[in-house]
């Protein structure tokens, strides 16, 4: 009984972290969970994003997963100059000093498809695409590009496999669900512990 209470107070403090969202777009059916934060992100219905995540200048598409810990994105830094320290750059950041102040863009936009799931612990580089369907292992370090219904994994992150036969990925892709209703899904909702069921019948 006592760790049941234990863990019962323990989850109370966990969502006691307040998130923090800027200039953000989040869909009214969407969650953000409790210590995360975003900045310059747009998100669409029904994804969920996990405790303590950061997440700058992205846009997440929809009926997204994303785990706990996850990075994406960020500021870029001047590796062609001298110096990659941001006080010689005209942007604003944590430090008072200002050397000089060379134009420098920040400019940077990731994107994370529709059904995209991300597990525990991953990094993705800003300006990564993440296709549609794709499964990101956790831990991972994404600095490259993932296609659709693409599963990768490891520190680079690499191609494992695609979840399902290019037939059925482009079918998929084409039958575009995630824009449907809730209704139109409410529909075909059962079938969707099925592929082939639910392609048939799409």
């Given at each position: 009984m006592l760790s049941y209470l234990e863990y019962l107070i323990s989850k109370i403090i966990k969502k006691l972290h307040f998130k923090a969202i800027l200039n953000?777009?989040?869909?009214?059916?969407?969650?953000?969970?409790?210590?995360s934060q975003l900045v310059n992100v747009k998100m669409g219905k029904y994804s969920d994003v996990g405790y303590d995540c950061t997440i700058i200048n992205t846009e997440i598409g929809a009926f997204c997963s994303l785990g706990a810990n996850i990075v994406i994105g960020g500021a870029s830094h001047t590796i062609d100059w001298v110096s990659t320290s941001p006080v010689f750059n005209e942007n604003?950041?944590?430090l008072p000093k200002k050397f000089s102040r060379h134009k420098f863009s920040l400019d940077s936009k990731t994107i994370v498809g529709n059904d995209v799931w991300i597990g525990n612990n991953v990094m993705i580089k800003s300006n990564v695409k993440i296709g549609d369907g794709a499964v990101l292992g956790m831990g991972s370090i994404v600095t490259k590009d993932v296609g659709p219904y693409e599963i990768w994994a490891g520190n680079p992150a690499k191609l494992i496999r695609k979840r399902f036969q290019e037939d059925k990925i482009n079918n998929l892709l084409h039958s575009k669900w995630w824009d449907w209703t809730d209704k139109e899904i409410e529909k075909k909702a059962s079938l969707f512990n099925n592929v082939n069921a639910f392609l048939d019948n799409k």
């Open positions: 953000s777009e989040i869909h009214k059916t969407s969650k953000v969970c409790a210590g604003k950041d944590h």
